[in-house]
């Protein structure tokens, strides 16, 4: 109606709250990717930085060696013996077996080390209950082979898997979270946004949306104050238009029923196009005010098809079910099944029928007339404002009225042809 849609949040001002955008939101996850890769790196390198080089662990392992030769020969090789197991050493007399195809790569570097840089000394990497060790040959009078373990301690490759781990499911956490604060909002505006569309009054939660989202939310929230605003005026000047038309028709009327004289045909014929004319300003403010604001409540279809017909011109044949309950707009539904009545009667031929019965989720009120009936193209031209037969007289409205209800009710308008000839109209309404 000529106004221009205001693109601008609720009250005309940016919204400050403390809730981060988009864009915020994104960073904070980027954020949290360097920050855990940091930390990857800071205990990774604190890791491999404390552990003694491995050069200088073997020439240790060496020295060891040496010591528990030379202590060996001052002493009986039972006391050698025991000595070394009561400090925890794995100790054994026959050699082991080489165990080099399950050790972890990390371990395999440390036993190539070992036999550059122990020299003659015979070593063995295997496998015992303690993991990966490295058997060493002592040169003592019975010969004893010593098992030095990689311990308890976790492998770097195992550590950084540990880290790389624990860091992508603090992204994924932190994903999860912002992707759903992003999309619950999001859809419940999609819910929302035909109705929003249409006008209608809906509330929209979006407590801790970001602030993209909730500047749209406002922005729909005002368009759809000004659709409303915009459907008001119009039913305001259709019914102020229709007051000021009616006053002096109804003076015209009574004008007419007092002239002397008057030719009777003419007459008629006059007090038919006043009562068209009252009849199409009737349509319009119906199909203005198309039904929205009134309150929703449960109706029994079939007491309203029966209404509907109390007042119908012809005889017709009913087949109702006995209660036919639905969530609805009274008022709004009462005029469509009028509306199509009315079609059939003013466009059709007798017989004429209407039945109404559940089909599926839907109840289905079907409407049938012997008369020439519309094709497949006019059927749908018909459903258009302000198509209709100029022989047949009307405003054209009256089912595109009915297809908008249908539409409230989460229904549908069909028109097919009737068998052998006629018009079928076919009502789906659902709750509303």
Same mark, same amino acid.
């Given at each position: 109606?000529?106004?221009?849609?205001?693109?601008?949040?609720?009250?005309?001002?940016? &919204?400050?709250?403390?809730?981060? @955008?988009?864009?915020?939101?994104? /960073?904070?996850?980027?954020?949290?990717?360097?920050?855990?890769?940091?930390?990857?790196?800071?205990?990774?390198?604190?890791?491999?930085?404390?552990?003694?080089?491995?050069?200088?662990?073997?020439?240790?392992?060496?020295?060891?060696?040496?010591?528990?030769?030379?202590?060996?020969?001052?002493?009986?090789?039972?006391?050698?013996?025991?000595?070394?197991?009561?400090?925890?050493?794995?100790?054994?007399?026959?050699?082991? /077996?080489?165990?080099?195809?399950?050790?972890?790569?990390?371990?395999?570097?440390?036993?190539?080390?070992?036999?550059? /840089?122990?020299?003659?000394?015979?070593?063995?990497?295997?496998?015992?209950? #303690?993991?990966?060790?490295?058997?060493?040959?002592?040169?003592?009078?019975?010969?004893?082979?010593?098992?030095?373990?990689?311990?308890?301690?976790?492998?770097?490759?195992?550590?950084?898997?540990?880290?790389?781990?624990?860091?992508?499911?603090?992204?994924?956490?932190?994903?999860?979270?912002?992707?759903?604060?992003?999309?619950?909002?999001?859809?419940?505006?999609?819910?929302?946004?035909?109705?929003?569309?249409?006008?209608?009054?809906?509330?929209? @939660?979006?407590?801790?949306?970001?602030?993209?989202?909730?500047?749209?939310?406002? /922005?729909?929230?005002?368009?759809?104050?000004?659709?409303?605003?915009?459907?008001?005026?119009?039913?305001? &000047?259709?019914?102020?238009?229709?007051?000021?038309?009616?006053?002096?028709?109804?003076?015209?009327?009574? *004008?007419?029923?007092?002239?002397?004289?008057?030719?009777?045909?003419?007459?008629?014929? &006059?007090?038919?196009?006043?009562?068209?004319?009252?009849?199409?300003?009737?349509?319009?403010? *119906?199909?203005?005010?198309?039904?929205?604001?009134? *309150?929703?409540?449960?109706?029994?279809?079939?007491?309203?098809? #029966?209404?509907? !017909?109390?007042?119908?011109?012809?005889?017709?044949?009913?087949?109702?079910?006995?209660?036919?309950?639905? #969530?609805?707009?009274?008022?709004?539904?009462?005029?469509?099944?009028?509306?199509?009545?009315?079609?059939?009667?003013?466009?059709?031929?007798?017989?004429?029928?209407?039945?109404?019965?559940? @089909?599926?989720? *839907?109840?289905?009120?079907?409407?049938?007339?012997?008369?020439?009936?519309?094709?497949?193209?006019?059927?749908?031209?018909?459903?258009?404002?302000?198509?209709?037969?100029?022989?047949?007289?009307?405003?054209?409205?009256?089912?595109?009225?009915?297809?908008?209800?249908?539409?409230?009710?989460? @229904?549908?308008?069909?028109?097919?042809?009737?068998?052998? #000839?006629?018009?079928?109209?076919?009502?789906? !309404?659902?709750?509303?």
């Amino acid at each position: 109606m000529g106004r221009r849609l205001c693109l601008r949040p609720a009250g005309g001002r940016r &919204m400050n709250r403390p809730v981060r @955008g988009v864009f915020a939101q994104l /960073v904070l996850v980027i954020a949290l990717v360097l920050v855990g890769t940091i930390v990857l790196a800071v205990l990774l390198g604190r890791e491999l930085t404390s552990r003694p080089p491995t050069v200088q662990l073997l020439h240790s392992i060496d020295a060891f060696a040496e010591s528990v030769e030379a202590l060996d020969r001052d002493q009986p090789a039972a006391r050698t013996l025991e000595l070394l197991r009561s400090n925890g050493l794995e100790v054994r007399t026959d050699p082991p /077996v080489a165990d080099s195809d399950q050790l972890s790569p990390w371990f395999s570097l440390i036993e190539s080390r070992a036999r550059n /840089v122990l020299g003659d000394r015979e070593v063995v990497a295997g496998r015992s209950a #303690r993991g990966d060790v490295l058997w060493l040959k002592l040169d003592t009078t019975q010969p004893l082979w010593v098992a030095f373990a990689q311990g308890a301690r976790v492998g770097a490759r195992q550590f950084s898997v540990l880290l790389l781990a624990g860091c992508a499911l603090l992204v994924w956490l932190a994903a999860a979270y912002f992707a759903r604060r992003l999309a619950l909002p999001l859809r419940e505006l999609a819910a929302a946004a035909p109705a929003l569309m249409r006008g209608e009054d809906v509330g929209l @939660g979006g407590a801790g949306a970001p602030r993209e989202v909730r500047e749209l939310q406002s /922005v729909l929230l005002r368009a759809s104050s000004e659709v409303r605003e915009a459907a008001s005026e119009r039913v305001l &000047m259709l019914a102020g238009i229709s007051h000021d038309l009616r006053t002096p028709l109804t003076r015209v009327q009574y *004008a007419l029923a007092l002239l002397p004289g008057t030719d009777p045909d003419l007459l008629e014929g &006059m007090e038919r196009d006043i009562g068209e004319i009252d009849a199409i300003l009737s349509q319009f403010i *119906a199909y203005a005010r198309d039904g929205r604001d009134e *309150a929703i409540e449960t109706v029994d279809l079939a007491e309203t098809c #029966r209404n509907a !017909l109390a007042a119908a011109a012809f005889d017709w044949e009913i087949e109702l079910a006995p209660q036919a309950p639905v #969530r609805g707009r009274p008022m709004a539904l009462l005029r469509a099944i009028e509306n199509l009545v009315g079609n059939a009667e003013r466009h059709g031929e007798p017989i004429f029928a209407l039945s109404l019965q559940r @089909g599926g989720d *839907a109840w289905r009120i079907e409407i049938a007339d012997q008369g020439p009936g519309l094709s497949a193209d006019a059927a749908r031209r018909a459903r258009q404002p302000f198509v209709h037969d100029d022989s047949a007289g009307g405003t054209g409205l009256g089912l595109a009225i009915v297809e908008r209800i249908a539409r409230q009710h989460h @229904g549908e308008l069909q028109l097919h042809a009737n068998t052998p #000839r006629g018009l079928r109209a076919v009502l789906l !309404l659902r709750d509303a």
